[in-house]
């Protein structure tokens, strides 16, 4: 048997399969299609992450450290999985750089991608300059240190957050039926950084479900509410038009406690995207024969096994977010007992 | 022009003009009529802030719709269902005053039983936030003075003037700022009970107890209505009291 396991992505899960793999001496490879490490929330520059309100460099920088660090990982940056051949324990595999290697079990940590909001035509994105994602809030944070309207810099009066653009609508197929799980929590956390820091700046979130689970609700609902003011609306925004007249935008819906339609006028509004399986993960289920939803296009876990990192193939481990929506901690400790999984498979003897 | 099915259409949105002219043109006759859209243009976001920022209007905030309130108020569940806490609360909250409004007929009639406070899963303290969003209509007079807030100002004069209340007076009292015609003696200028108009639901309220009430209870009764009680050594302390609620901005 084959004395090697590779790891397919390097965001959170990916990371932390590899440096507990390299930790417990196992030879390790780990190929990332990007130039860099850290996937999702660095690529994208998150700017806070829930739930613990760290800074990604906090949490993913001694991760990139410690397996950049450890002579047993081999990392590949711009690097893909594009062939795989051989039998548990004995896998052949072929990157993209020409690279053929033998190993014993396999990591799957290929990750999600963000909902690109132009499917959504009627909320004008990329229509109006002022009508953003909360990826570019984030990057508005963590990037230029300030919140204002791309339309003119100023600082808005109003913030509106849509919420489930791309997740619970059938409209766009059986692809997006499912909650993004992270939308509530972060615009919440959103809302609140901004009223720290914009105490005149009105935040209304429009929802159909607050669905800040687990011990999530105190710091992500309750809080935002009772000690910032953010304000809570419910009604699905149908439309966004924009009004020459006064240079805002109108959300449209219907307020469904009150049973009226709104256009109501908001400066800055943000679309609280949805999840779905990056390519690279429709990619590799198909490379490695791994089972998908058949609507989500997610990979799914074995049905023969209660946890939910063990795949329908022995010897290859699914972590993170290509199973469907995660937060990071838990993207962690997947790639963590993804790693204890495959090193246990291929019977390493622990070195540490 | 007519309006087919004008039943659909609350009167309020019915414009119609004797004369109309729009861009210069004279459109009066067949297109003198608007109905104007049933559509929420804006909130009022300085209502919503001068509750929040009052002292016993804080917990609106905390407000999560679950109804809890509602469904244990009994206003609500055995007299009007227009009257809805939980809706007020967020009515008040995006500060939709005309939705506010609809409801001014009814949303002063809490009996204070507090049970929505008790039960509240929030800690909203209900009872109290309701008075702060009728206390802040009326001053900004966008109602009219509510009959609860007449009876607690009638209440008021005779708990000041006497040190104490006498039931009867408070009650033909009441009775006639209503608007009944109350029959009073010519000398003492007091009301006598039941010769006058009274309303239905009072003389029902009566007099079945009445027929069973001990003589002597009428009898102090009767007494006190034609000689108001009041606290000893009252009118000393009935000055004191009316220039301190004369300082405070508490009399009216």
Known sequence: MAKSVLV??????????????GKLGV????????????????????????????KPSQ????????????????????????????????????????EKHEVGAIVVATGFEHFDPRRKGELGYGLYPDVI??????RMFSQEGKLYRPSNGQLP??????????????????TNVHCCRYGCALSGLQGMEIREHYPDVDVFCYYMDVRTYGTWEYPFYWAPQEQYGV???????????????????????????????AEVPMDLVVLVLGMEPSPGTKKVAKILGLSQDPDSQFLVPSDESGSNIISNKPGIFIAGACKGPIDIESSFS???AAAAEAATFIGAKVTV | MAIHERSLVEPERILRKERLVVDGVDISGDWNLIILPRVINDYDLDFAKEIVNSPDGKTINQCYQCSYCTASCPVHNYWDERYNPRHFIYLARLGMIDELQKRADVMWRCVSCHKCTHRCPKGVLVEEVLKVILRTMAKKGLIDEYPSKKFDKFFTESVVEYGRIEDGELLFGWIEKQGYKVFKDPILKKPIPFIGETPEWLKQLTMKPLKSMNIDFLILNAKHMLFHPRTKNWSKFKQVLRKVMQEEGALH
């Open chain 1, 8 to 21: 397919v992505g390097g965001g959170p899960a990916g990371l932390a399969a590899a440096r507990t793999l």
């Open chain 1, 27 to 54: 030879s390790t490879i780990l190929v990332e299609k990007d130039s860099q490490l850290g996937g999702n929330p660095i690529k994208n520059h998150y700017h806070t992450l829930i739930p613990r309100k760290l």
């Open chain 1, 59 to 98: 949490v993913i920088g001694p991760y990139i450290k410690d397996v950049e660090q450890n002579p047993n990982v081999k990392v590949l940056l711009n690097t893909e999985l594009t062939a795989c051949e051989g039998e548990p324990g004995e896998f052949r595999v072929t990157l993209s750089n020409g």
């Open chain 1, 133 to 138: 994602t909360n990826l570019e809030l984030e």
């Open chain 1, 157 to 174: 009066k109003r913030v509106a957050f849509v919420f489930c653009v791309g997740s619970r609508d059938r409209q766009l197929g059986v």
């Open chain 1, 231 to 261: 304000r809570y609306v419910r009604g699905r925004i149908a439309e966004i038009t924009y009004s020459p007249a006064d240079g805002r935008l109108r959300v449209k819906h219907e307020d469904t406690i009150v049973q009226r339609p």
């Open chain 1, 334 to 336: 997947e790639g963590e």
